[in-house]
C-alpha cells in the first residue's frame, strides 16, 4: 500500500489523541515480576487525517506519549466526500480483523464499535455505517479501519486513473 506522507509537524499543533487501550503487560523474572505499559493511542485533525501507534514503557505516561509520537508518524490522508462521509463502500483489513465501511448520507452520524468510532472521530467522517469481522483484537480493528479509510481514492483520483471527467466516475 502506498502512503502519503505527510509532514506531521504542520499538523503536530492542531492533532487530537485518543487512548483506546492500555494493556499491562508482566514479565516473570527471578527476582520477582515487571510491569510495563502498552498504550494504543490514534492521533487525528478531524480534517481527513488520522493515524495510531503504539507505545511500550514502564510508565502509563511515558507509553501515551510513545504511541503518540509513533502515530504522528504513520498518518494517513482520508477521502471524504460532501456528505462528511466516504465516497464508496469498502472493506479494511488487518490480520484477522475486518471492518466493513458503508458510505452513509447526511443526518446518520457514526454508527461503530469502540475502536473504529476513535478512528473515524478523529478522522473527521461525519456520516459511517461500520461493523467489525473476524477478530475483535482493539489494535487490528484500529489497524484495520486506518487501512481500509487509506486505501478509499477520492472521485477526482480516480477519474484522473482512468483519464475520465468526475461527473462520468460519479454517474
Do not use: C
Not at 515480576?33 to 498504550?39: E, H, I, L, P, W
Request: proline share 3%; glycine share 12%.
Amino acid at each position: 500500500m502506498k502512503r502519503e506522507i505527510i509532514d506531521p509537524k504542520k499538523l503536530d499543533n492542531e492533532l487530537e489523541e485518543n487512548v483506546v487501550a492500555i494493556k499491562r503487560v508482566t514479565k516473570v523474572v527471578k527476582g520477582g515480576r515487571n510491569f510495563r505499559f502498552a498504550a494504543l493511542v490514534v492521533v487525528g485533525d478531524r480534517n481527513g487525517h488520522v493515524g495510531a501507534g503504539l507505545g511500550k514503557a514502564t510508565e502509563i505516561s511515558e507509553a501515551i506519549r510513545k504511541g503518540k509520537e509513533d502515530a504522528t508518524k504513520k498518518l494517513v490522508t482520508v477521502a471524504i466526500n460532501e456528505n462528511g462521509s466516504i465516497p464508496y463502500d469498502w472493506t479494511g483489513e488487518y490480520g484477522s480483523s475486518r471492518v466493513l465501511l458503508k458510505s452513509a448520507p447526511e443526518g446518520t452520524g457514526i454508527i461503530a464499535g469502540g475502536p473504529a468510532r476513535s478512528v473515524l472521530d478523529l478522522a473527521g467522517i461525519k456520516n459511517i455505517r461500520t461493523k467489525s469481522l473476524g477478530s475483535n483484537n482493539k489494535q487490528n480493528v484500529v489497524l484495520a479501519t486506518i487501512e481500509g479509510l487509506a486505501k478509499i481514492k477520492a472521485p477526482e483520483e480516480i477519474a484522473k486513473l482512468r483519464g475520465r471527467s468526475v461527473d462520468e466516475i460519479l454517474n
